[in-house]
């Protein structure tokens, strides 16, 4: 079934938006958005913190712990979780999913030790895919590092590692609202066999029908189009079931 993921990335108390991971603006209450976005028909809640890898911890525990009261999707949290300890206190919070990439990029093996101890299905990695001259780099800390990784030769390593999923965000894209990277998500097309949730810059244009049926994507993962109003899950979920696509409505 294709999922729809409200992605919510939260700098301290804030909801938060930029554009190619840079001129942030602050949206809004991340707790009120989050419900809004369940009431519609959210699949999954993804809540980044933008700054956690900056200072190595993440604050999100609270506010998952909140969360859960009133949301009963799962909840997926990535941000500065860097060993079993920083994942265990998002599980117990109330988390389905741990979110990693930055930590998994220093220590590839933090990827294994998570699955082994949580179950592959609960962890994530997300990769931040910058368009170089022939490749794509997987970035790190909200794209502000450069790794050197080629990001089709990492899908391969990580799924190897024990991930249960990948979300897929295309840097140059990401707040865009000017569509997906379509390039970039069809040169990874059958690397591997987890499933993969694409990021950055959708709108109601993308042929997101043809990419499902082709088996290139499981999933996405909305910010800007849903936090700006262009876009609204219920719409969109709709949409995709009036095209045959199997969705939860």
Known sequence: MFRVIAR?????????????????????????????????????IVYIDAVASLYERSSLAPLVESSVKDIFVPISVGGGINDLESARLIFKSGAEKVIVNTAAISNPNLINILSQEFGRQA????????????????????????????????????????????????????????????????????????????????????????????????GLAIGASLHRKYINISSLKKRLHANGINVRI
């Open 8 to 44: 919510c990335d939260i700098k301290g108390k804030n909801l938060i938006k930029g554009i190619r991971y840079e001129g942030v603006r602050v949206i809004g209450d991340p707790s009120e958005f989050a419900m809004n976005y369940y009431a519609d028909g959210a699949d999954e």
């Open 123 to 218: 962890v994530v990695v997300s990769i931040q895919a910058k368009k170089r001259e022939k490749y794509w780099e997987a970035l790190t800390h909200c794209g502000r590092s450069v790794t050197g990784l080629n990001v089709s030769e990492w899908m391969e390593r990580v799924q190897d590692l024990g991930a249960g999923e990948i979300i897929l965000t295309s840097v140059d894209c990401d707040g865009t609202m000017g569509g997906l990277d379509l390039e970039l998500i069809r040169s990874i097309s059958g690397i591997v066999d987890l499933p993969v949730i694409a990021s950055g810059g959708f709108t109601n244009d993308d042929p997101i029908e043809d990419l499902i049926r082709e088996g290139m994507i499981s």
